[in-house]
């Protein structure tokens, strides 16, 4: 199964950042929307907050590497998950406090409803392991969001991610073994 089939198979994805502390967390929420394009999810939301700079560079990647994950900031958390689950989605909200991603990947890849991500920052409120219909452990070892986001996607679309190639990308890397080689598409 490639990408396209498993996220017909599996839903679509969506990947939502809470807790953003702007003057601590701006490297690390960029790369949690970089990893959610590159691993194949279809939007990134930053919750409860907008912050101009992560959305513009994150618009500057896709601008180049192409894809078309939706991008979206400034939405109430608490309202947006329960507004999901109410539209038929379900929750998996990525803590270490959860149940094993080994042991319940299979469940969660049962449905084909929309799937929302949820990550955090520091110390993630009751409310979203509440209505998380998974609380998923990439392991039980505190690590990171990035880490985190990156596993489980591999984990649920079986690496096929890796291969996606943007119908609307400017620039392309070919892969080399000794030296940086893209292409300009334009
Ligand atoms: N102490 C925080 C808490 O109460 O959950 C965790 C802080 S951690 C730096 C930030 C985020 O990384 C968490 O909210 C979670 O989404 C993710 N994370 C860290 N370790 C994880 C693990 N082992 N499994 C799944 N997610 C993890």
Not at 72 to 86: L, N, Q
């Amino acid at each position: 199964m490639d990408y396209y089939e498993a996220i017909k198979k599996y839903g679509k994805v969506y990947v939502l950042r809470i807790g953003h502390r702007p003057q601590r967390d701006k490297r690390v929420t960029t790369h949690v929307g970089l990893v959610a394009r590159a691993f194949g999810a279809n939007g990134f939301i930053l919750g409860d907050i907008c912050d101009k700079n992560i959305v513009e560079s994150l618009r500057r990647i896709q601008r180049d590497w192409g894809g078309s994950i939706t991008i979206e900031c400034g939405v109430d958390s608490r309202k947006y998950t329960e507004e999901w689950k109410k539209n038929g989605g379900e929750i998996i909200h990525l803590t270490m406090y959860g149940l094993h991603i080994d042991s319940i990947i299979e469940d969660i890849r049962e449905s084909n409803r929309p799937k929302l991500v949820i990550v955090g920052a520091e110390k993630v409120p009751a409310f979203f392991y509440q209505i998380a219909d998974y609380n998923v452990a990439i392991g039980n070892q505190p690590h990171s969001e990035v880490a985190a986001l990156a596993v489980f996607l591999d984990r649920l679309f079986g690496g096929e991610e890796l291969r996606i190639e943007y119908p609307n990308a400017r620039k392309k890397i070919i892969p080399s073994s000794r030296r940086k080689r893209i292409v300009s598409l334009e």
